[in-house]
T-cell receptor
Framework: NAGVTQTPKFQVLKTGQSMTLQCAQD?????MSWYRQDPGMGLRLIHY???????DQGEVPNGYNVSRSTTEDFPLRLLSAAPSQTSVYFC??????????????FGPGTRLTVL | SQQGEEDPQALSIQEGENATMNCSYK?????LQWYRQNSGRGLVHLIL?????REKHSGRLRVTLDTSKKSSSLLITASRAADTASYFC???????????FGKGTLLTVNP
């Protein structure tokens, strides 16, 4: 199993550009989530999904969109990038729909810089 | 907010010593989890302890949970240089769909 994979590893954007961060898992997990990690802030939940076709907002959803058309993939879209979105983004998955009830498996992260 | 708060923020010890990190929280929980993050990497799950459990062990790791004090501790015994990492507690409460992470403890184990 590849586990949770994320692409790209690094990305530099200009303010106002849009892009999609890719996340995929091959463990047939129902629950998937996106976090951002900023220095001194810990991890903050952006969006999560409890299954294909079902998504919901986390703590910091503004400026981000998600969709879940398949169990395996959970892309995160930045609509119009802003410098405040400079961060490291982590995707995670868990095998039950209640993602907080079991361990989460994390991807290696995408380091995004917005100029 | 359900966020856990780790203490201390940073800890530096010698190889072979024990390391203890604490996590405090403010509301009721379903479970509390500990994760490790090596520099520049993703998080790795260490232990999950449920609200009706008081202690769990995994290898050199020991986690305790005191729901009356709303606190948990992570003990790493006989530490190694490879244990150098940030350690996060994560709280699951309420709807159980979300994990809320603390800001972490940076552990440095000196050879």
């Amino acid at each position: 199993n590849a586990g949770v994979t994320q692409t790209p590893k690094f990305q530099v954007l200009k303010t106002g550009q849009s892009m999609t961060l890719q996340c995929a898992q091959d463990m047939n997990h129902e629950y998937m989530s996106w976090y951002r990690q900023d220095p001194g802030m810990g991890l903050r939940l952006i969006h999560y999904s409890v299954g294909a076709g079902i998504t919901d907002q986390g703590e910091v959803p503004n400026g981000y969109n998600v969709s879940r058309s398949t169990t395996e993939d959970f892309p995160l879209r930045l609509l119009s990038a802003a410098p405040s979105q400079t961060s490291v983004y982590f995707c995670a998955s868990s095998y039950t729909p209640s993602g907080g009830d079991n361990e989460q498996f994390f991807g290696p992260g995408t380091r995004l810089t917005v100029l | 907010s359900q966020q856990g708060e780790e203490d201390p923020q940073a800890l530096s010890i010698q190889e072979g010593e024990n390391a203890t990190m604490n996590c405090s929280y403010k509301t009721s929980i379903n479970n509390l989890q500990w994760y490790r993050q090596n520099s520049g990497r993703g998080l790795v799950h260490l232990i999950l302890i449920r609200s009706n459990e008081r202690e769990k062990h995994s290898g050199r790791l020991r986690v305790t949970l005191d729901t009356s004090k709303k606190s948990s501790s992570l003990l790493i015994t006989a530490s190694r240089a490879a244990d150098t990492a940030s350690y996060f507690c994560a709280i699951s409460g309420g709807s159980n769909y979300k994990l809320t992470f603390g800001k972490g403890t940076l552990l440095t184990v000196n050879p």
